[in-house]
Every structure is written in structure tokens, then in C-alpha cells.
């Protein structure tokens, strides 16, 4: 008997649960567990509030930057820098050879290369006029 497909945009909960943690069971067979922890590093003002942050995870001795944000008023302070250090030092730390992370802004690559950042991949037109840029950093 054949599967039906199914598209949705609004998936159940449930199903991605059933598909993340069969992937995961997968992978952890194939090639040993990611053992993926979560990474955060935050740059506070002085009432307390997030004004940039890095929302990324490490596995398989990689850090990944998913998200590195900065507040336009804080732009030009090196924070994107000074946080990118933070999250590799404690990557070390954990164990992790490598990071990686990837943009399709222009200000955003010349941040990554000028902390030693080097492409490895690029996507054009993604989106439309820009050109995602895939970068990676030896730890």
C-alpha cells in the first residue's frame, strides 16, 4: 500500500515532533548523537533590555549561529563581533572543531570574513537580488 501526501502550512505539532525525533533517532544510528545544546549569548543596555543577541545551538562538535541580531542603535560597537567570540569560546568549551552560520546581507558578510569567517557555499537569488553566503570558521 502507498502513502498518501499531505501539504499543509499548518502543521501539527505532533507531526513535527513524530518527524524531528525519527530523524534524530536516525542520524544518532548513523553516524553517533548530535548531542545538541542550545547557545545563547545577549547584550544587555543598562535597564536590562536585549539589544543584540545570538540564538544558535552546538552538535556533532559544530556551533551553528542561527540568529545574530543587533539593534540599529548599537550597530557599529563590535557587538556582533564581541558575541560571535562568546558563543565560539564556550562552543571550545563544549568540545566543538568548527562554526558556522550564514547571510544574505552584504554588512552582515563583511562582519562574518573580518572574524575569520570563510565562504564555503553560496545560493543566488535567495532571496530575490541577494545572494545567501554560507560561511565557516575553524575554532
Not at 499543509?8 to 548513523?30: C, H, K, W, Y
Not at 545563547?40 to 545551538?57: E, K
Not at 563590535?78 to 560571535?84: C, H, I, K, Y
Amino acid at each position: 500500500m502507498s502513502a498518501t501526501l499531505e501539504v499543509t502550512a499548518e502543521p501539527a505539532e505532533s507531526d513535527l515532533r513524530i518527524v524531528g525525533e525519527s530523524l534524530a533517532a536516525f542520524n544518532a544510528a548513523d553516524v553517533g548523537p548530535a548531542e545538541r545544546v542550545p547557545l545563547a549569548v545577549f547584550a544587555r543596555d543598562q535597564a536590562g533590555a536585549v539589544v543584540a543577541g545570538i540564538s544558535g545551538y552546538t552538535a556533532w562538535g559544530w556551533l551553528y549561529v542561527q540568529w545574530l541580531w543587533v539593534h540599529e542603535q548599537h550597530r557599529g560597537e563590535n557587538l556582533a563581533g564581541r558575541m560571535l567570540k562568546a558563543a565560539e569560546h564556550e562552543a571550545s568549551v563544549r568540545g566543538c572543531h568548527g562554526a558556522y552560520i550564514d547571510t544574505f546581507n552584504p554588512a552582515a558578510l563583511k562582519v562574518y570574513e573580518g572574524q575569520g569567517y570563510e565562504p564555503f557555499g553560496a545560493l543566488a537569488d535567495f532571496p530575490k537580488g541577494r545572494t545567501r553566503t554560507f560561511l565557516q570558521k575553524k575554532l
